[in-house]
């Protein structure tokens, strides 16, 4: 077995995005509506790109400019789900794509744990281990090596009838219309 990685997880050059299946103005509204949840000191701008996908138009993408607070990450991904009826979507998803010197890692995949209540959790995968992730408490429990192959975030329960291709973000540039929304976040 595998050593697990550690935590916090160091996601310097990788490329992040928070991924939902609604409109690209819905996820527009929800972005500016997030910065209003973070605490207001020690804030800095972030600027994120935001485009539908051209090979499923009802998944967009939002594409983080840095890696920030993994709380945030996993926080904004479940508030992409929207608070309220018709704003924002189903399916969210995080997906950090490592450069090319740590590609042996793999990706790190996480979506709402649906069989939390309180809709407050991720589970993810990252480096062949599954882990557990409470938003209340920023509290990360690893579950073992390989609970949640990657299959399970793009085929499992939930997804089956939206799977999304990790193929899909191989080539950035492909797509033509992005949107940039900045909001300020916590450091």
């Known amino acids: ?33 997030y910065a209003n949840i973070c605490i207001p000191e020690d804030r800095v701008p972030f600027c994120f790109q935001i485009a539908a996908l051209p090979e499923h138009a009802k998944w967009t993408l939002v594409r983080w400019p840095q890696p920030g607070r ?17 704003l924002g979507g189903e399916n969210p998803l995080f997906i950090a794509l490592p450069p090319s010197e740590k590609a042996a890692g793999g990706p790190l995949l996480a979506r709402p744990d ?24 920023e509290k990360l429990r690893w579950i073992g090596d390989d609970v949640f192959p990657q299959e399970y975030y793009f085929y499992g329960r939930g997804y089956s009838s939206t ?19 900045t909001v300020t976040m916590e450091r």
Request: glycine letters at 6%; proline letters at 8%.
């Open 1 to 33: 077995m595998n050593p697990q990685p550690n935590y916090p997880f160091d996601l310097t050059d990788y490329t992040c995005f928070s991924i939902i299946n609604c409109p690209v103005e819905q996820v527009v509204t929800l972005l500016k509506e």
């Open 163 to 181: 799977g999304f291709e990790l193929e899909w973000l191989n080539d950035l540039n492909r797509i033509p219309n992005w949107t940039e929304c």
């Open 114 to 137: 649906y069989d939390n209540r309180l809709g407050d959790s991720m589970l993810g995968f990252w480096q062949n281990w599954s882990f557990h992730y409470t938003i209340p408490g």
């Open 70 to 86: 993994f709380y945030d990450l996993m926080n904004l991904t479940l508030w992409l789900m929207g608070y309220r009826p018709g």
